[in-house]
């Protein structure tokens, strides 16, 4: 079974890096594809030494720099704030969101090839420019497609592993037992276990993460045929591109799903490496873990309601205020149901974020996406008004950094409008999406050559100790 499909921007991409000279600071090696050279591994095979040297400089330099001061809160409150990881493929700034290797997402959507004229990016596309830093031509993405769609079989075991659990089983955790039976055919565990120098653990890791890539949609579209849709599965059309055959093999045939399901993935493929899904990955991957493991760890961290499933709560929270108040609900009413909520001891689902400061740019290209197709939508016009009415309210009540809408509060209608109206679902979602940044930053992390995550932990008596100690210096 297999799927994709596949402009250069020289021109664009260097008046842009001319205009903004802290994005040319940020992405020291991006640049526009122009070798001809169609295969990702030589690519990659070329870029990986200069990095490892660059790397080696950093820390020869630089090793004894300070980065910022730990306080008792950051080791009490999740570490937030702290600096303590090295993450290639994206940053994620408090006040203009993610760069994806230092362009924003409207900068994506500009630059990175499409299936259509101004259509959405192809996740193909992301999938090079993270690996390689380099925004790649047609052709190119054209390529890296065929050589997913050539990666995409899944051995029959997989679907047997996963329909030994019952129907009733979470998508997520029917996912994961997928994904878990996809690792006995790791390359980097039988490398490993006959024997490979350490310089060369970023190939078997490559082998998987694009294996793995390439075939978590049809995992994820078996799981949901399984649950929904009476186990009657679609066959991949390998016409299409991944982001269009993973909604095909939903059962979903229309272009404006297609389009938004290559937005979907897009977006939310990566988010640097702090959020606990790419740290999970990132941590077990460290113990050379192969990706199947690392990714399978990664997608149980995704699976917590704080993390993942946020998605799925806040269209069923949407679709409570239409069933309370109504579908033509005014201000003053929402107003009401916002503060009934929050009374409740409840957060407003959506809302918020542990590291942006501002609206989510993700929740922007989505909100376009539905002025574009779904402008009359009852639930887009609802949460049109939430982006007007949450955020004073959150401000007032003066307990949140980030009063503002994030990538959750939008995606859930989009979904639904288009007939994925399963919101237990939407996780897994989530979880194909984030397949392409893991697994590129688990690859870079081989070639790099990064150690075992291992950091300090105390306890609340040595914390008491060393402040009375520090108070009385």
């Known amino acids: 079974m297999v799927f994709l499909k596949g402009v250069s921007a020289l021109s664009r991409l260097r008046s842009r890096v001319k205009q903004h000279s802290s994005l040319s600071n940020s992405v020291r090696w991006l640049q526009t594809q122009t070798s001809s050279d169609l295969d990702l591994h030589s690519q990659l095979k070329e870029l990986i030494p200069e990095q490892q040297e660059r790397l080696k400089k950093i820390r020869a330099e630089h090793g004894k720099v300070q980065l910022g001061n730990i306080t008792v809160d950051m080791v009490i ?200 899904s790419a740290h999970t990955g990132h941590l077990v991957g460290s113990a050379l873990s192969d990706p199947y493991l690392s990714f399978a760890a990664a997608l149980n961290g995704l699976a917590g309601p704080l993390h993942g499933l946020a998605n799925q709560e806040v269209l069923l929270w949407i679709k409570s205020v239409v069933d309370e108040c109504g579908e033509n609900i005014s201000k003053d009413q929402l107003k009401d149901y916002v503060w009934k909520t929050l009374n409740g001891g409840k957060v407003v689902p959506g809302f918020g974020h542990g590291v942006l400061r501002k609206t989510d740019p993700r929740y922007m290209c989505q909100r376009e996406f539905a002025l574009k197709h779904l402008p009359d939508d009852p639930l887009f016009k609802l949460v049109s008004q939430l982006y007007e009415v949450v955020p004073p309210i959150l401000t007032e009540l003066g307990k949140v950094k980030n009063p503002w809408p994030n990538v959750d509060a939008h995606s859930g209608v989009l979904l639904n409008y288009f007939g994925l109206t399963e919101a237990r679902y939407y996780t897994v979602l989530f979880g194909v999406s984030r397949s392409i940044g893991i697994c590129s930053q688990l690859i870079w992390d081989r070639a790099l050559g990064l150690p075992l995550e291992r950091p300090k932990s105390v306890t609340m008596d040595w914390l008491e100790n060393y402040c009375k100690k520090t108070k009385a210096a």
């Open 77 to 276: 409150g999740g570490m937030r704030g702290m600096t303590g990881l090295l993450w290639e493929t994206s940053l994620l700034d408090p006040d203009e969101g993610i760069r994806f290797r230092g362009l924003s997402i409207p900068e994506c959507q500009k630059l990175l090839p499409a299936a259509k004229p101004d259509g959405e990016p192809l996740p193909e596309g992301l999938l090079w420019l993270l690996l390689t830093g380099k925004v790649p031509s047609k052709a190119q993405v054209d390529a890296l497609s065929q050589e997913l769609r050539d990666r995409a079989v899944v051995p029959d075991y997989v679907f047997k592993a996963i329909d030994a659990l019952p129907v009733s089983a979470h998508p997520m955790t029917q996912f994961a037992t997928g994904v878990m039976a996809l690792q006995v055919q790791s390359e980097f565990q039988r490398a490993y276990e006959k024997g490979i120098s350490k310089t060369k653990y970023w190939e078997p890791t490559y082998e998987d993460a694009l294996s793995l890539i390439a075939r978590v949609p049809l995992v994820a579209s078996y799981v949901y045929r399984r649950i929904y849709k009476d186990g009657k599965f679609i066959p991949v059309d390998d016409s299409l591109d991944y982001g269009g055959n993973f909604s095909h093999m939903l059962g979903f045939s229309s272009p404006q799903m297609h389009e938004l399901m290559r937005l979907y993935v897009t977006i939310h493929s990566d988010h640097e490496g702090g959020n606990v």
